[in-house]
């Protein structure tokens, strides 16, 4: 069974950063991209980040270019979400979801983050952050 586990969400201060992780078993990590995306009360489902496994090109919402870095660990099945200088606008439950091959992630504009082309998806980690 595939199986998306976050962790690492927690209070941060404004400007303050944070680091979480999203171990995934039951598929060939090396094969799919995975994905953050997160939900905050009263919010759509918002797309954060990327990564496609075979190679680690990354991409990211204009919302945290330049704040947030995705990386992967192919030997552990895990993907990381470094996040640094949070605004209370990031607070938000956040999801790691898989998806095969790299083609959605590659998908230009909104459609990346459609759920239409993501599968699993974890319980969730909550970050918060204070102003």
């Known amino acids: 069974d595939v199986r998306l586990v976050e962790s690492g969400g927690g209070l941060a201060q404004a400007g303050g950063s944070l680091t979480l992780s999203c171990v995934v078993s039951?598929?060939?990590?090396?094969?799919?991209?995975v994905g953050w995306f997160r939900q905050a009360p009263g919010k759509e489902h918002e797309g954060v980040s990327c990564?496609?496994?075979?190679?680690?090109?990354?991409h990211y919402a204009d919302s945290v270019k330049g704040r947030f870095t995705i990386s992967s660990d192919n030997a552990k099945n895990t993907v990381y979400l470094q996040m640094n200088s949070l605004t209370p606008e990031d607070a938000a439950v956040y999801y790691c979801?898989?998806?095969?091959?790299?083609?959605?992630?590659?998908?230009?504009?909104?459609?990346?983050?459609?759920?239409?082309?993501?599968?699993?998806w974890g319980q969730g980690t909550q970050v918060t952050v204070s102003s």
């Open positions: 039951g598929i060939t990590f090396h094969d799919y991209a």
């Open positions: 979801r898989d998806t095969w091959g790299r083609a959605v992630a590659e998908t230009g504009g909104g459609n990346r983050w459609s759920s239409l082309y993501w599968d699993y």
């Open positions: 990564i496609v496994n075979e190679d680690g090109s990354t």
